[in-house]
Each structure stands twice: as structure tokens, then as C-alpha cells.
């Protein structure tokens, strides 16, 4: 099977190979060809192995003969004539050549809907320089070399021309002085009854200027070149009047001028989806547009801006002023309902100033679209496809019926329309939103502990359903236009509403997942998990609060710069406010750090002994053997010693037995001997202590101690080894015959003198 289908795919490859071939040796058609220091439109018509053709301007030709795709020939113009190679690219769209050592000649093939139109002759000087002009600025700023090959028709020039190169030369400075030069065409000579005319015209920073001469001829107005010395010597004069020592210099300079961010705006909008967004938005003043709005809103902007600049009137470079140290704004385009204003705008620290469209002409962009909407575009701007989703929908809303365009008030009627159903639309969204995410974290965390499950689904519904239903009214309201109208500041007030809601729901998700690990961390002995717990949750907590604070700001147009600093002089002073909260909790951090005790542990401190039962961020709560809660702040337990009961190793045992004074000396020998024996036969005792003797005569007993350890971990533990000694104590005394002494007193009566004669006598 492989191998069947091997050979199918070498049938299909040499079958195609030929026809592949001759498609990419085809020459036949026009070309836009350019070399170091000039360009022509060439076309080429392929005989068998011979190519031919001509090319403009200059009324040159070429010929040739091919081998595969080289073509190897000569070209013949004013009388020269000269050799060329020509080889064309695999895909038949380009060409690479030399017409002599050196000096490359480059092609690229003409699509035919690029090809020029005849065009009919110049009626007026005024046609003639609008034609020149508009060839000229196609040819140099839109990359349109088709427009070259029509120049020939304008011009005439002084004297006898040296030839193309000549003719180029004088073509390329006029055109520079042209280019360098601010003027109205409206200015420019109309009907005129002689055979020639005369126009002034000259940069808009200074006051040197020359004189465009026109002459017709055969019924045809034409721009005069007069002899390349009197063009450099203009260009000369023009470039020492600016103040500039080179005419690069003065380009580069010119790169920052009115006239510059309008032809950027217009080239790159024309070029968006090939990377001219990027050149379009760098012409906006898009300081009132919030930052985390700029994806949406720039664009729509944009392509407002573009409408009406479309609708004003066809733009001609030279009609605006490229001095880049202009002190007054330039003014595009009046209206009543706002006007198209390029004019500096500051530029970041350390940057130069930009010639910008300025954020008052963004604002009123969409105001004067409503307003001229149904003006046509101007004659000779090419149609062009809209570059957001608005203007589609807005079309779509045009061919579904007019009507609907129609303006009410600040919106049109379908964006009446639009505008109950965005919103229902993102309510019902937010609902869905809201209780899927219920549903779901019920459904998830069914098997989960009780309080997790519970917390997350009360919690957090409500700020999905907030987050969703406002994200999904600012997309729509966007996508509808909405954000450009009067509902541009409910747009901002829903954009910060979304904001707000992505602060809650991580404020939330971090209370809700904190809430767990708390609870796993009561359920140990060990604190120092429910401090750092806690302590982090509480960060979390303020730095969630922090970022959506500065993240509104940032949404809103606010400089959340100063909201920052706003915060840091807030906690400043929140600090000295809450000292004693502060003391407390790096009370609670060091804590966390000497661990000093336990949950569950007996500790005392100062005149209270108690058993720990919660250690906070912020105090210690005790439980006192009166069953009474006691919260002592944690800077107060840092500041005083720590007895800690519950971390003993062993516990002590101390008795002090009594026997009776009439116990022989024998038998209390032998109770204290074999009383040290049964100590040290009890489990857990330490074997290095166990310390028993007469201890002393007390009043009533002869008393006999007995102290030692015992390893036990607790106090039942200790109660319980207790009550086994004390026990084997009794049966040992039991069984040497010993008895416990208790308190005995024995009174005396000795009666008074008085009282015994009496008694005598009586006797």
C-alpha cells in the first residue's frame, strides 16, 4: 500500500513539475521594478525564449533570451544601451537582476488590480500639481511605484535634458522642494487664460520660497523642472533658512511634525492587520483612555477618528505643516461638535515632546461621526475594510435597514436597542455565572469537611455572578459602541465594578481555602501552623485589598502612582494609630519563632498558671482551672517569663509518709529500704533518683520522705503513676506491721491547790 501510494505522489510531482515550471519561466506581465537611485514600471511580453518589453518613465526597452528562469540580454534607452541579467524567483513574483557589475535592478510582478488607469490631461496648473503631488506621494509614502511611470506625462524641463538620469535627478529635487514646502492646492493657479503660470510656495517655518513654474503644451497644463543647479541651489537656500546642515537632518527632524502623525495615522490604519496598529496607536493622545481599556477602546477610537477624517476631505501631506518646532496646535478640521487638533503633548521624563492627535479630538471623535455620518467619503481615498467590530456591526445594522442608524439623542437606534439587551444579557450571564460556580463548588466539595463545603458555597457565588454580569456588560457595551458615548463613564464605573469583583473572589478563595487550613491546624497540638497560618492570610488578605485598590485606580484614569503612595503614607500612619496591634503581632511572629509552648499545654506566667488553648495573630487565649477564659495580648506574654508545666520531661513525685512514734527501729529500716526498692520497681521511674528517709520527728509521727521522677507525659499520667506508688506504700506498711501515724494531742489536767485540799477533806 505505501509503495502504491509512493508512486502516485512521483505520477502527481512530474506531471506537475512541468507545468510549475513553465508558470514560474513566465515574464509576460507588468512589473514595478526599481535600482540604486531610481524606479520604472516595466512590461514584459514572453515570445518562446525571447522576452521583450519597455518600461516608464524614460521610454526605455529591454530584450532577451532565457535559459530556465535567467534572462540574459540588453537595455536601450536615450541611445545608451547596456547588458542585464535577470532571474526570476520560484514562485514567478520577483526577479533579481544586474544591468551592469554592481548595479542591482530588482523586480516585483503587478497585480492587475494595481495596475494604473489612463488618465485624461491636466485641465488647469492646479490639476497638474494635485496630480504631480498625488503620484509623488503614492510613489514615496505608499510604496506605489505604478504611480512613477505617470510623472512623465507632467513634467517638462528647462533647457535640453542630459537624459533619464538627468530628467530623474531634476524630478526627485523639485519633488524634494515640493515635499519640504507647506501650501494649499486651493492656492494653486485654476483657469488661466495664458500658456504658462506661476505658483509660490515654501516651508511653513520660514520665509525663503520659490516659484513652481506650469506651462501647457498640446492642450496640457505641466509642471516646469528648471535645471538640477537652480534646484540644489533652492534646496541650499531652503536648508540654511531652517537651520539645518544637512537634508537628512531635516527629515529626521521632520519625523516629529503634524504632518508626520497624520500620514502615520492614515498609513497604519490602512495597514492594521500587518502591523500597523502598533504606528496608528502611537499617534493617539490616549491619556484619557484607561490603561486596562486600551485593547477595547483605542481601536474603536481609532477607527472614529479615521471616519471623519475620511468624510472632511481627501488628505494631501503637503497641506500640513511639518515644522517640528511649531508652537501652536494644528487645526485639521471645525465642527460644532468638535474639531481634529494635532498638537504637542509631553513626552515621559527625559523623552521629546509629540506631535499627537490630542485627547479632546479622541473624545469628540464619535460625536463628529454622528454628525457627518452620511457625508460620503471623499473622492480618491480607496475603500478599506473596518478594523474592529463595531463598524462590522454597524454595517450589518446599515444593510439590514437604514433606519436604523438613525440618531436619537446621543446613540443611535440600534444601539438603543442594543443597550437593554447588553445588559439583560449580562444579568442573565451573571446569574449562570453565580450559581454554576454555587452548584459546582457544592457538587466538588460534597466529600470535603462540613465547613469548607458550606464557606465555599455561600461565599463564592456572589462575586462570580459580580464578575461576569460586569466583565460581560463592558464587552458588549464595547463591542456595541457604547463605550464611546455618554455611557462611557457607566462603562468605566462597570470596568472598575469587574475590578472590584476579581478582588473579591480572591479575597474569597483565600478566606474560604484559609478557613481549611485553620481548621486542620486546630486539630494539632502545635501552634506555630495556626500562627503562620493565619499571619499568612492576613497578608494575603491586605495585599488583595492593595492591588485592587491600585488596579481600580488604574481602570478608572486615576494615577495609581499616587494611590500607591496613598497607601504607604496610610499605613504609615496607621501604624502609629495601631501600635499596639503592631506590638501585638510581631508579639505573635515571635512566638511563632521560640515556640515557647503548645496548645494544651499548662503554662504560667506572672500570677497565672492555665492551659493554653489558642494562639492568635493578635493575643493568647487561656483556659484557668476555673474553667474562665483569659486573653492575654502576645506582646505581654513576650515581655514576661514563661513557666511551661505542659513541656516537662518527667514529673515529680513528693511524699511524706508518717509512722507512728512506737514503729521499732528494725522495722523502719527496713519500710525505708524496701519503700526505695518499690519505687524504683514502679514503670516509669527515674532510676537516678528515688531519694528515701527519716525527714523528721514531727509532732505527732515520725516522718519519712520519698521524692523522685517519673517519665509520664501528662498530668493523668502523673496522677495515675501517683496512685500506683501510694497504693504498693499502704500494702508494704501493712505488711511489716507499720502503722500511719494521724495527729494525736494529749491533755494534762493538774488541778489548783485549793481543789485538792478539798478533795482531801471530802475524803
Given at each position: 500500500?505505501?509503495?502504491?501510494?509512493?508512486?502516485?505522489?512521483?505520477?502527481?510531482?512530474?506531471?506537475?513539475?512541468?507545468?510549475?515550471?513553465?508558470?514560474?519561466?513566465?515574464?509576460?506581465?507588468?512589473?514595478?521594478?526599481?535600482?540604486?537611485?531610481?524606479?520604472?514600471?516595466?512590461?514584459?511580453?514572453?515570445?518562446?525564449?525571447?522576452?521583450?518589453?519597455?518600461?516608464?518613465?524614460?521610454?526605455?526597452?529591454?530584450?532577451?533570451?532565457?535559459?530556465?528562469?535567467?534572462?540574459?540580454?540588453?537595455?536601450?534607452?536615450?541611445?545608451?544601451?547596456?547588458?542585464?541579467?535577470?532571474?526570476?524567483?520560484?514562485?514567478?513574483?520577483?526577479?533579481?537582476?544586474?544591468?551592469?557589475?554592481?548595479?542591482?535592478?530588482?523586480?516585483?510582478?503587478?497585480?492587475?488590480?494595481?495596475?494604473?488607469?489612463?488618465?485624461?490631461?491636466?485641465?488647469?496648473?492646479?490639476?497638474?500639481?494635485?496630480?504631480?503631488?498625488?503620484?509623488?506621494?503614492?510613489?514615496?509614502?505608499?510604496?506605489?511605484?505604478?504611480?512613477?511611470?505617470?510623472?512623465?506625462?507632467?513634467?517638462?524641463?528647462?533647457?535640453?535634458?542630459?537624459?533619464?538620469?538627468?530628467?530623474?535627478?531634476?524630478?526627485?529635487?523639485?519633488?524634494?522642494?515640493?515635499?519640504?514646502?507647506?501650501?494649499?492646492?486651493?492656492?494653486?493657479?485654476?483657469?488661466?487664460?495664458?500658456?504658462?503660470?506661476?505658483?509660490?510656495?515654501?516651508?511653513?517655518?520660514?520665509?525663503?520660497?520659490?516659484?513652481?513654474?506650469?506651462?501647457?503644451?498640446?492642450?496640457?497644463?505641466?509642471?516646469?523642472?528648471?535645471?538640477?543647479?537652480?534646484?540644489?541651489?533652492?534646496?541650499?537656500?531652503?536648508?540654511?533658512?531652517?537651520?539645518?546642515?544637512?537634508?537628512?537632518?531635516?527629515?529626521?527632524?521632520?519625523?516629529?511634525?503634524?504632518?508626520?502623525?497624520?500620514?502615520?495615522?492614515?498609513?497604519?490604519?490602512?495597514?492594521?492587520?500587518?502591523?500597523?496598529?502598533?504606528?496608528?496607536?502611537?499617534?493617539?493622545?490616549?491619556?484619557?483612555?484607561?490603561?486596562?481599556?486600551?485593547?477595547?477602546?483605542?481601536?474603536?477610537?481609532?477607527?472614529?477618528?479615521?471616519?471623519?477624517?475620511?468624510?472632511?476631505?481627501?488628505?494631501?501631506?503637503?497641506?500640513?505643516?511639518?515644522?517640528?518646532?511649531?508652537?501652536?496646535?494644528?487645526?485639521?478640521?471645525?465642527?460644532?461638535?468638535?474639531?481634529?487638533?494635532?498638537?504637542?503633548?509631553?513626552?515621559?521624563?527625559?523623552?521629546?515632546?509629540?506631535?499627537?492627535?490630542?485627547?479632546?479630538?479622541?473624545?469628540?471623535?464619535?460625536?463628529?461621526?454622528?454628525?457627518?455620518?452620511?457625508?460620503?467619503?471623499?473622492?480618491?481615498?480607496?475603500?478599506?475594510?473596518?478594523?474592529?467590530?463595531?463598524?462590522?456591526?454597524?454595517?450589518?445594522?446599515?444593510?439590514?435597514?437604514?433606519?436604523?442608524?438613525?440618531?436619537?439623542?446621543?446613540?443611535?437606534?440600534?444601539?438603543?436597542?442594543?443597550?437593554?439587551?447588553?445588559?439583560?444579557?449580562?444579568?442573565?450571564?451573571?446569574?449562570?455565572?453565580?450559581?454554576?460556580?454555587?452548584?459546582?463548588?457544592?457538587?466538588?466539595?460534597?466529600?470535603?469537611?462540613?465547613?469548607?463545603?458550606?464557606?465555599?458555597?455561600?461565599?463564592?457565588?456572589?462575586?462570580?455572578?459580580?464578575?461576569?454580569?460586569?466583565?460581560?456588560?463592558?464587552?458588549?457595551?464595547?463591542?456595541?459602541?457604547?463605550?464611546?458615548?455618554?455611557?462611557?463613564?457607566?462603562?468605566?464605573?462597570?470596568?472598575?465594578?469587574?475590578?472590584?469583583?476579581?478582588?473579591?473572589?480572591?479575597?474569597?478563595?483565600?478566606?474560604?481555602?484559609?478557613?481549611?487550613?485553620?481548621?486542620?491546624?486546630?486539630?494539632?497540638?502545635?501552634?506555630?501552623?495556626?500562627?503562620?497560618?493565619?499571619?499568612?492570610?492576613?497578608?494575603?488578605?491586605?495585599?488583595?485589598?492593595?492591588?485592587?485598590?491600585?488596579?481600580?485606580?488604574?481602570?478608572?484614569?486615576?494615577?495609581?502612582?499616587?494611590?500607591?503612595?496613598?497607601?504607604?503614607?496610610?499605613?504609615?500612619?496607621?501604624?502609629?494609630?495601631?501600635?499596639?496591634?503592631?506590638?501585638?503581632?510581631?508579639?505573635?511572629?515571635?512566638?511563632?519563632?521560640?515556640?515557647?509552648?503548645?496548645?494544651?499545654?499548662?503554662?504560667?506566667?506572672?500570677?497565672?498558671?492555665?492551659?493554653?488553648?489558642?494562639?492568635?495573630?493578635?493575643?493568647?487565649?487561656?483556659?484557668?482551672?476555673?474553667?474562665?477564659?483569659?486573653?492575654?495580648?502576645?506582646?505581654?506574654?513576650?515581655?514576661?517569663?514563661?513557666?511551661?508545666?505542659?513541656?516537662?520531661?518527667?514529673?515529680?513525685?513528693?511524699?511524706?509518709?508518717?509512722?507512728?512514734?512506737?514503729?521499732?527501729?528494725?522495722?523502719?529500716?527496713?519500710?525505708?529500704?524496701?519503700?526505695?526498692?518499690?519505687?524504683?520497681?514502679?514503670?516509669?521511674?527515674?532510676?537516678?533518683?528515688?531519694?528515701?528517709?527519716?525527714?523528721?520527728?514531727?509532732?505527732?509521727?515520725?516522718d519519712v520522705e520519698l521524692w523522685g521522677y517519673f517519665f509520664v507525659a501528662d498530668y493523668p499520667a502523673h496522677v495515675a503513676a501517683q496512685h500506683r506508688l501510694i497504693g504498693d506504700i499502704v500494702e508494704l506498711a501493712q505488711s511489716l506491721d507499720i502503722h500511719f501515724a494521724f495527729p494525736t494531742q494529749t491533755i494534762h489536767v493538774v488541778p489548783d491547790e485549793g481543789q485538792a485540799e478539798g478533795v482531801k477533806n471530802n475524803r
Open positions: 500500500m505505501l509503495a502504491v501510494v509512493r508512486l502516485a505522489l512521483l505520477a502527481f510531482g512530474l506531471l506537475a513539475c512541468p507545468a510549475l515550471g513553465q508558470e514560474g519561466r513566465d515574464w509576460t506581465g507588468v512589473w514595478d521594478t526599481f535600482w540604486r537611485d531610481g524606479e520604472a514600471r516595466m512590461t514584459l511580453q514572453r515570445d518562446g525564449d525571447r522576452v521583450t518589453g519597455s518600461y516608464v518613465p524614460g521610454a526605455g526597452s529591454v530584450e532577451g533570451t532565457l535559459d530556465g528562469r535567467v534572462m540574459t540580454g540588453i537595455w536601450r534607452q536615450d541611445g545608451l544601451e547596456g547588458p542585464i541579467v535577470f532571474s526570476l524567483a520560484e514562485d514567478g513574483q520577483s526577479f533579481t537582476g544586474r544591468y551592469v557589475d554592481g548595479e542591482y535592478w530588482n523586480g516585483s510582478r503587478v497585480a492587475p488590480q494595481e495596475m494604473s488607469q489612463p488618465t485624461t490631461p491636466a485641465a488647469t496648473p492646479r490639476e497638474a500639481l494635485e496630480r504631480f503631488v498625488a503620484l509623488q506621494n503614492a510613489a514615496d509614502y505608499g510604496s506605489n511605484l505604478s504611480a512613477v511611470g505617470a510623472l512623465d506625462g507632467l513634467m517638462l524641463y528647462a533647457g535640453e535634458p542630459l537624459g533619464d538620469r538627468d530628467q530623474r535627478h531634476r524630478r526627485n529635487l523639485l519633488w524634494t522642494l515640493i515635499d519640504l514646502s507647506t501650501f494649499r492646492l486651493y492656492d494653486a493657479p485654476g483657469e488661466v487664460a495664458e500658456d504658462s503660470a506661476e505658483f509660490r510656495l515654501g516651508p511653513s517655518a520660514a520665509t525663503a520660497d520659490f516659484t513652481l513654474n506650469f506651462q501647457r503644451r498640446d492642450g496640457a497644463w505641466h509642471l516646469v523642472a528648471p535645471s538640477e543647479a537652480a534646484l540644489r541651489a533652492t534646496l541650499d537656500r531652503f536648508l540654511s533658512t531652517l537651520g539645518y546642515p544637512t537634508l537628512a537632518a531635516l527629515n529626521a527632524a521632520r519625523e516629529n511634525s503634524p504632518r508626520q502623525t497624520m500620514r502615520d495615522f492614515l498609513q497604519g490604519i490602512r495597514a492594521w492587520n500587518s502591523g500597523g496598529e502598533a504606528q496608528t496607536l502611537r499617534t493617539l493622545d490616549l491619556s484619557g483612555v484607561p490603561p486596562r481599556l486600551y485593547t477595547v477602546e483605542a481601536p474603536l477610537l481609532a477607527e472614529y477618528l479615521k471616519q471623519v477624517i475620511d468624510r472632511a476631505g481627501y488628505v494631501t501631506w503637503q497641506e500640513i505643516p511639518d515644522d517640528p518646532e511649531r508652537t501652536l496646535p494644528y487645526v485639521f478640521y471645525r465642527h460644532p461638535a468638535g474639531s481634529i487638533v494635532i498638537d504637542r503633548v509631553a513626552g515621559a521624563e527625559g523623552a521629546p515632546d509629540r506631535w499627537l492627535f490630542t485627547a479632546e479630538t479622541l473624545r469628540d471623535a464619535p460625536a463628529l461621526f454622528a454628525a457627518m455620518q452620511d457625508l460620503p467619503t471623499a473622492d480618491g481615498i480607496p475603500p478599506s475594510a473596518p478594523v474592529t467590530r463595531f463598524f462590522e456591526i454597524r454595517e450589518w445594522f446599515r444593510a439590514l435597514s437604514p433606519r436604523l442608524l438613525h440618531r436619537i439623542g446621543p446613540l443611535d437606534l440600534w444601539q438603543w436597542i442594543a443597550l437593554p439587551l447588553s445588559v439583560a444579557v449580562a444579568l442573565v450571564l451573571g446569574w449562570i455565572a453565580g450559581h454554576g460556580v454555587t452548584l459546582l463548588a457544592f457538587t466538588t466539595l460534597r466529600h470535603a469537611e462540613r465547613g469548607v463545603r458550606v464557606d465555599a458555597t455561600r461565599l463564592l457565588g456572589r462575586p462570580t455572578g459580580t464578575l461576569v454580569a460586569s466583565g460581560a456588560a463592558v464587552w458588549l457595551f464595547t463591542k456595541a459602541g457604547l463605550a464611546q458615548t455618554l455611557l462611557g463613564t457607566l462603562t468605566v464605573v462597570l470596568a472598575a465594578i469587574a475590578t472590584v469583583a476579581v478582588g473579591w473572589l480572591c479575597y474569597v478563595g483565600v478566606e474560604v481555602l484559609g478557613g481549611y487550613f485553620q481548621r486542620r491546624a486546630q486539630r494539632t497540638r502545635g501552634f506555630v501552623d495556626e500562627i503562620a497560618t493565619s499571619l499568612t492570610l492576613g497578608i494575603l488578605k491586605v495585599i488583595i485589598v492593595a492591588l485592587t485598590l491600585i488596579a481600580m485606580a488604574d481602570v478608572t484614569g486615576l494615577p495609581y502612582e499616587g494611590v500607591i503612595a496613598g497607601l504607604g503614607v496610610g499605613g504609615v500612619a496607621l501604624a502609629f494609630a495601631a501600635r499596639e496591634t503592631v506590638t501585638n503581632l510581631i508579639g505573635g511572629a515571635i512566638l511563632m519563632s521560640d515556640r515557647p509552648f503548645r496548645r494544651g499545654d499548662l503554662v504560667e506566667t506572672g500570677d497565672t498558671r492555665a492551659r493554653v488553648e489558642q494562639v492568635g495573630l493578635r493575643s493568647t487565649r487561656l483556659r484557668t482551672f476555673d474553667d474562665c477564659t483569659l486573653i492575654i495580648p502576645n506582646s505581654q506574654l513576650t515581655d514576661k517569663s514563661i513557666i511551661n508545666w505542659g513541656q516537662r520531661r518527667k514529673r515529680k513525685v513528693q511524699l511524706v509518709i508518717s509512722l507512728t512514734y512506737d514503729t521499732p527501729r528494725e522495722r523502719l529500716d527496713v519500710f525505708v529500704t524496701r519503700l526505695r526498692a518499690l519505687y524504683l520497681a514502679q514503670p516509669g521511674a527515674d532510676a537516678t533518683t528515688g531519694f528515701v528517709g527519716l525527714k523528721a520527728l514531727g509532732a505527732s509521727s515520725l
